[in-house]
């Protein structure tokens, strides 16, 4: 077991940007579409293959997951996998399954091994066993599943035990996608119908992906959520996945380019409308955002976005509990992008972002506060006070890569340079970052 933290002891100083960062090419692949397409291919009929799989340090844990169920997988994330599933089903791992820093892999695997019926102990880094399973522990065991974990199921380590599961519909405590894939993934084992109801919308990627690799999935409006329904048991077929560029590592992109005036054109990113709020609440902050050249990969939507400073500057947001999921990743960052707004950003209802990789309000409010911006917590969000003048100092990730990244991308707009502690722990999603913070700058402006 894993007691540091991502990036612990690494300490990374970002000057202030001399001249405005511009991108213009593609970012890794989506990790919480990587993290699916592995667990589908261990799950399906014969041999897939995986183009563009996320390179960081999360699927990596997904990927030596399948292979303890059982899958060959050949190849690297760069260059291309080939994923051959075990023969006569996912087999019961030999060892503790270790998911790193991954709560996407702890949540989904559970519902793997839930739905699959094998005995195996799953465990991840010291961030990671602090989070809660309770939420997808108590679902699966409403359709029949034993799982028994650390604090009465609520942490891992967790031993799920091999048990029948029932066809049948649960109602989700919190919106969570890794909540709603977990039971979805254990329905395929199932004989008959099982629906999982999501209290407000969650990014559906395990629902397009399925229907793409032929598993019908039925959603319908239910509350201010959804029900969505799968029918067991049922195979995905191989497929010759492709993986769209991640709208999260992007995000850190554009921000680099609003806060020095510059611009970032992102291809082949992944514009799942799920994972777009980020783009909304930048136009309601003064960006120009354009999304071009739509294409569908696998039932994803696929697009050139561009992103460059308005004529007035940027200015502050409200953003209330409502979609709050679609932007649930990108609040850290959204943080820091306040930090150089006009007036007041408040967040609210987003309480989720205290069972993150950190409790990321208290960690982006307290390197605000280290660097001189004024910034405070509510219970389930933050409020930010800009335009403030950024100075040079010292924050700590907290082992968390978007808290890092967050913090690299405002030192950018910083009086002198800001130190990162824990700035390796960009490696978790997005492992090229710090090369292209630098690398990025002064680079010629693109087309218009
Ligand atoms: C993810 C869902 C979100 C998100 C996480 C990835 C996924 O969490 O924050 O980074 O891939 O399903 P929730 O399950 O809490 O919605």
Redesign the pocket.
Known sequence: MRDVLPGQGSVRAVAPARSPFRFDGRVPGD??IS??VALLSLLAEGESTVAGYAPGADCASTLAAVRALGARVEGTPGEGLRILPPAGGVREPEDVVDAGNS??LA?LAVGVLAGAGRYAVLTGDASLRGRPMGRVVRPLTVLGARIAGREGGERLPVTVLPAPLRAGEVTLE????????AVLLAGLFVAGETAVVEPAP??D?TERLLRAAGVPVSVEAAGAGRRVRVRGPARPRAMAWRVPGDA?SAAFLFAAALLTGGAARVRDLGVNPGRTAFLDALRAMGAEVAVEGWEEWQGEPVATVTVRPGGEGLKGARIGPEGI?AL??ELPLLAALAAAARGRTEVRGAG?LR??ESDRIAAMVEGLAALGVRAGEYPDGFWVEGPATVRGGRVDARGDHRVAMAFGVLALAAEAPVEVAGAAAADVSFPAFWEVLEGARGLPPLDA
């Open positions: 990790k919480s993290h699916r709560g996407t949540r919190v919106a969570s996608a890794q909540v709603k894939s969650t990014r990627h999260s999921a649930i990743d989720e069972h993150k």
